[in-house]
């Protein structure tokens, strides 16, 4: 069985740093830590790299939803009967446990509803689909500078309207 911290304190590492490219986390994964959906917990202090999110409740108790990271070669893992994908909450208890990583990820989000703000993750997510806009505006002239600028807002205040 596994082990990591229950505490909401814990300091965020990066699972490159942590544990090399070797363990190849899957875009898939990645793409969560940039949409905010993921938080990267790994540490040193546990076995594979580690992905979640994580809120204390208003009694105190921490509630957790980890996807946990095998290496991708079964024969170098601690645990050589769990598969590359464990997703696992703060009591521990295994939600899921497969080598499909869209699996896995199905299980996080629907295990983690309570611990993510999918609102402003959609609103997120949308800007960021427009930064491209934006990151051509060097470019510009400052009639052009102004347009960008207007169709940026105006989808931000839609996707807000959109999502609530």
Same mark, same amino acid.
């Given at each position: 069985?596994?082990? *990591?911290?229950?505490t909401?304190?814990?300091k965020?590492a990066?699972?490159?740093k942590?544990? $090399?490219p070797?363990y190849? /986390? ?6 969560l830590?940039?949409? $905010?959906?993921?938080?990267d917990?790994s540490?040193?202090d546990d076995?594979t ?6 809120? /204390? @409740?208003?009694?105190g108790?921490?509630?957790?939803v980890n996807?946990?990271?095998?290496h991708p070669?079964?024969?170098k893992?601690?645990?050589l009967s769990?598969n ?6 703060e009591d521990?208890?295994?939600? $899921?446990? !497969?080598? @499909?990583?869209?699996?896995?990820i199905?299980?996080y989000?629907?295990?983690a509803?309570?611990?993510? @703000?999918?609102?402003? !993750?959609l609103?997120l997510e ?5 930064m *491209?806009?934006?990151s051509k505006i060097?470019?510009k !002239?400052p009639?052009?500078h102004?347009?960008?600028?207007s169709r940026?807002?105006?989808?931000v205040?839609k996707?807000?309207q959109?999502? $609530?």
């Amino acid at each position: 069985m596994r082990w *990591y911290k229950k505490t909401s304190t814990r300091k965020l590492a990066n699972w490159i740093k942590e544990f $090399g490219p070797d363990y190849d /986390v899957p875009k898939e994964i990645l793409n969560l830590v940039a949409k $905010g959906l993921v938080d990267d917990f790994s540490s040193r202090d546990d076995l594979t790299p580690s992905f979640g999110k994580e809120k /204390v @409740d208003e009694e105190g108790n921490i509630k957790q939803v980890n996807i946990w990271v095998n290496h991708p070669n079964p024969n170098k893992r601690e645990d050589l009967s769990e598969n590359r994908f464990v997703v696992i909450n703060e009591d521990h208890v295994i939600l $899921g446990n !497969t080598d @499909d990583v869209n699996q896995a990820i199905k299980v996080y989000l629907d295990s983690a509803k309570g611990l993510i @703000d999918l609102k402003q !993750t959609l609103s997120l997510e949308s800007i960021q689909e427009r930064m *491209y806009d934006l990151s051509k505006i060097r470019d510009k !002239t400052p009639e052009e500078h102004g347009e960008i600028l207007s169709r940026t807002k105006r989808m931000v205040q839609k996707s807000v309207q959109e999502n $609530g």
